[in-house]
């Protein structure tokens, strides 16, 4: 009996990759894209280069044409806008930096639309993230980082515990991205050299804040004071949520040396800026922490604090449950609230949260 | 294995309209319009089929007119009748119409369209009264294509004579399923489709009484009784002719057996799953469709569930990426969208056997439950915010 697999599929080289690998590999696969974003408002905006448009969605439906699975199209439109995008926006609105395919791993991927696998009877969920799954001997499944380091996305799949480990699969994960475009060009996949996608999918137009204004309405947005270290006022500005901790762009103030956004106070509505050696902290505090091994409590890490950061050699702590203290062995850079902090232990994906606050001590 | 339970979506290729294609392929080509023999007997076979589609209706060949399908003539019809009547402004319709009568209908001003009762019936005093002397035209589908609720035209007919307003049917889906006659009926306009039938996708006819009801948009040569211009589909006419000369030959048949079967299967479903209920009337509905609300699932879910065990049914209308909407039928009928998400459409036709109604007895309770098991809907908590509508 074949064991059936159902394939999100994004019209993306990955995952369309992902899923003539699993053909081959003698699954049953069956396709489904995902609809998500909400339809763009009607200002004749193409959601262009992200990953929920009509032409991705035909991409995927000709791969799979091609390769004889069936393909569907699934609408997870109101999960999706319950579970990430209002999600997106009140992080936004507290002043800290959401990740948005963190979330939309945990909530949807792996977890609204694991249900509709198995209302059709599937074995597994795959994707095409570049990360790997191992099992050891004691039945206990581990997130590994990809083989293509420059690839791996481990950093977006931390919260995955062991059911949804053991129903996952992630065929990409020992390829590196230049097998995957050949392998895609030599299954004839119209897609092979394709763009990779890197806006967030449900901002059509890249303009995140806008685009939060737009959710939340304007009596949400916290306007406020631009100030300094020692509290001098330096300009006002329309809204904390414009604003990411490290960002330097768009500040609006003349200085002689350039400013870097410190610190976002969303009860006061300030945002404190200073110089780039001010970013630097000792470590973190993360809140939601998941934990392969729920005994942890002290150990030596590496942590990633960022998708595109290197990682930091830093030492974790969970001084209670769900809660982790990181501090990193030496100084760090910018500490963002919102974004995930990730452990690993060599090649392994220990644990992650999202961070809280920085660490200046 | 697979059962296909979607005939009002397509129905598979007769086999009768096989034989004609077959036929046709290793004859010799022709223009229909030429004058050589070559022509002539391309026009004998063209004339044929107007023939045996038109005996269909009781419609005489000359009112004939073949187009690419349904579409096709719903479009030339409300565009045709409006030209042909420009003194007059106004038109009735109702708003659980195909799409290809909703999207016409849609760029024009002056539309009325009439809403269903809970069982997708239009009320023919409703539409009766909202003919006046300058309406150019009504227009609204003899069997409701989504849950199959047959209209009652006769005093609707009665006022559109009265007000000289022309009077077209959308038979597309009743045609073959039920009897279906243009003198009983009064109408002046009749679109047909080829493919709801047995023949291939691609062609259509529009019954058109007399050339007062319609003028040509589709303008060049005299194709057609001067009514729509171009060299006919040849290949897809003969095929539309024999599945015609096909289904009337075995209507007693089919019919009986068609609505036996969806009988049983309905009674069927209604023992093994509770709390399922029938979208449309008992009565006055087609009897190949049945539109069943299913409880504690989504649709999606049991459309695709159902598929890979090789059940193919139908839900909503697909959007343009494919993704499957709820059907606009069921919402103006009064079902929330809720209800209309978790319902599906199962359409039997020429073609359904016995063992197919037993294989879908068996595999839908089993795939219901255990769709409604792994995910009912509605379980994703609400945000705050509301992003869809």
């Known amino acids: ?361 | 294995m697979s059962t296909y339970l979607d005939h009002n979506a397509g129905s598979p290729l007769r086999p009768e309209a096989k034989a004609a294609i077959a036929r046709f392929l290793d004859d010799a080509g022709g223009n229909p319009s030429s004058v050589h023999r070559a022509g002539q007997s391309a026009r004998r076979m063209l004339e044929t089929a107007r023939e045996q589609v038109a005996a269909l209706i009781g419609a005489d060949a000359r009112q004939i007119v073949f187009t690419s399908g349904g579409t096709e003539s719903n479009n030339l019809a409300i565009f045709g009748a409006l030209k042909a009547h420009p003194a007059r402004r106004r038109i009735v319709s109702s708003s659980i119409e195909h799409s290809s009568i909703l999207k016409p209908l849609e760029a024009l001003e002056n539309v009325i369209r009439v809403a269903p009762d809970r069982e997708g019936r239009l009320s023919a005093d409703e539409i009766a009264s909202a003919i006046e002397s300058d309406t150019a035209l009504v227009s609204f589908a003899l069997a409701n294509s989504e849950v199959g609720t047959i209209q009652d035209v006769g005093a609707i007919a009665d006022a559109a004579a009265r007000g000289e307003a022309v009077f077209h049917l959308d038979a597309a889906q009743a045609v073959g399923r039920i009897p279906v006659d243009v003198a009983q009926l009064r109408c002046d306009l009749m679109t047909l489709s080829g493919h709801k039938l047995g023949a291939p996708a691609g062609v259509g006819a529009l019954y058109v009484r007399d050339a007062w009801a319609l003028t040509p948009r589709m303008l060049g040569g005299p194709h057609e009784n001067g009514m729509r211009a171009g060299t006919p589909n040849l290949l897809g006419a003969i095929a539309f002719g024999a599945a015609a000369a096909a289904m009337r030959e075995h209507f007693q048949d089919e019919a009986l057996r068609v609505s036996t079967l969806a009988n049983e299967l309905l009674a069927e479903l209604f023992d093994t799953i509770p709390g399922l209920r029938l979208n449309g009337p008992i009565r006055d509905r087609l009897p190949n469709t049945l539109n069943l609300t299913f409880p504690r699932v989504l649709g999606e879910s049991m459309l695709i569930a159902l598929d890979l065990e090789g059940i193919h049914v139908s839900m909503g209308s697909a959007c343009a990426a494919g993704a499957v909407e709820p059907s606009h039928v069921l919402l103006a009928m009064g079902l929330t969208r809720d209800e209309a998400r978790s319902s599906l459409r199962l359409s039997l036709g020429w073609n359904t056997t016995r063992n197919d109604i037993a294989r879908a007895a068996n595999i839908i309770p089993r795939v219901w439950q255990r769709v409604a098991d792994t995910e009912p809907p509605g379980a994703s908590p609400r945000g705050h915010m509301e992003h869809l509508q």
């Not at chain 1, 899923?19 to 009607?42: F, K, S």
């Not at chain 1, 091609?66 to 999960?79: E, N």
């Not at chain 1, 936004?92 to 939309?104: D, E, I, Q, S, W």
């Not at chain 1, 009877?121 to 997130?143: E, K, N, P």
Request: aromatic fraction near 8%; glycine fraction near 8%.
């Open chain 1, 1 to 361: 009996m074949k064991r059936r697999v159902l394939v999100a599929m994004s019209g993306g080289v990955d995952s369309s990759v992902a899923a003539a690998l699993l053909c081959e590999q003698g699954y049953e696969v069956v396709g489904v894209a995902m609809r998500l974003a909400p339809d763009a408002p009607a200002t004749g905006l193409k959601r262009r280069g992200t990953c929920c448009s009509h032409d991705d969605f035909e991409d995927a439906r000709r791969v799979s044409e091609r390769m004889g699975f069936p393909f569907y199209v699934i609408d997870l439109r109101a999960d999706f806008g319950a579970r990430v995008i209002d999600n997106f926006v009140s992080e936004y609105l507290a002043g800290r930096t959401p990740n948005p395919c963190v979330m939309c791993n945990r909530e949807i991927k792996f977890d609204r639309l694991w249900t509709r696998a198995r209302a059709l009877d599937a074995d597994f969920v795959a994707t095409g993230h570049y990360a790997r799954i191992s099992r050891d001997s004691a039945g206990r499944y581990h997130l590994l980082r990809a083989i293509d380091a420059s690839k791996d996305q481990s950093y977006f799949l931390f919260t995955l515990g062991q059911d949804e480990l053991s129903r996952t699969l992630f065929p990409l994960g020992v390829m590196l991205k230049t097998e995957v475009r050949a392998r895609a060009r030599a299954l004839g996949l119209a897609n092979a050299d394709k763009p990779e996608s890197q806006e967030i999918c449900f901002v059509a137009d890249g303009d995140y804040a806008r685009f939060v204004e737009r959710s939340a309405g304007h009596e949400q947005v916290h306007a406020g004071h631009i100030i300094d270290g020692s509290g001098n006022i330096l300009a006002d500005h329309a809204g904390i949520h414009r604003f990411t901790v490290g960002q330097r762009r768009g500040l609006g103030i003349a200085a002689p040396e350039p400013l870097y956004v410190r610190e976002i106070r969303a009860n006061s509505g300030e945002v404190v800026v200073g110089h780039r050696s001010e970013l630097n902290s000792r470590g973190l505090i993360a809140r939601d922490v998941d934990l392969v091994d729920p005994a942890t409590h002290h150990t030596d890490v590496e942590v990633k604090i960022r998708y595109r950061h290197a990682p930091l050699p830093a030492h974790l702590t969970i001084p209670s449950p769900r809660t982790a203290e990181v501090r990193f062995v030496s100084e760090g850079p910018a500490v963002t609230p919102g974004q995930a902090c990730v452990f690993y232990r060599g090649e392994e994906v220990i644990g992650g949260g999202f961070i809280e606050r920085a660490l200046q001590e």
